[in-house]
């Protein structure tokens, strides 16, 4: 906090953790700086289905991650036949994935696709993504 070093306390929980501080605010401007360690995460641009149609978009159900936190479950579910892309914040953290394909371009730039199979009697069938992590994630 405004350039000392402060205590703090890592929170986890099933599916992320967080950095938990406390400091006071002294007048004028403050600054708080966390710097991150093997940081990683995923985005998804989703879009509106067209007036009248029914979605298309892909749906994060669950996400769970191991007790040991070296791989994380992504339940989903999306239009059957249909293909998704995420981002990928960090992917250097990522060992291999299961249930979908890396696309990798370089350490800092990649992509997980994953395809949606045909299920004639589900319209939004479920799947699930299993991301393994290199050791040095936790």
Do not use: C
């Amino acid at each position: 906090m405004n350039g000392r070093r402060g205590p703090f306390q890592i929170k986890k929980s099933d599916v992320d953790q967080h950095v938990a501080v406390q400091f006071p605010v002294s007048g004028g401007e403050n600054t708080l700086r966390i710097r991150l360690r093997n940081d990683f995460g995923l985005s998804l641009s989703p879009t509106l289905p067209a007036l009248g149609s029914t979605s298309q978009g892909l749906r994060m159900l669950a996400e769970s991650w191991t007790p040991a936190r070296d791989a994380v479950t992504l339940e989903i579910a999306g239009a059957q036949g249909k293909q998704y892309e995420l981002g990928i914040w960090n992917p250097a953290q990522m060992a291999s994935v299961d249930g979908a394909e890396l696309l990798r371009t370089n350490t800092e730039s990649a992509r997980i696709r994953v395809t949606i199979p045909k299920n004639e009697s589900d319209p939004y069938p479920r799947g699930k993504i299993v991301i393994h992590f290199t050791s040095k994630t936790q």
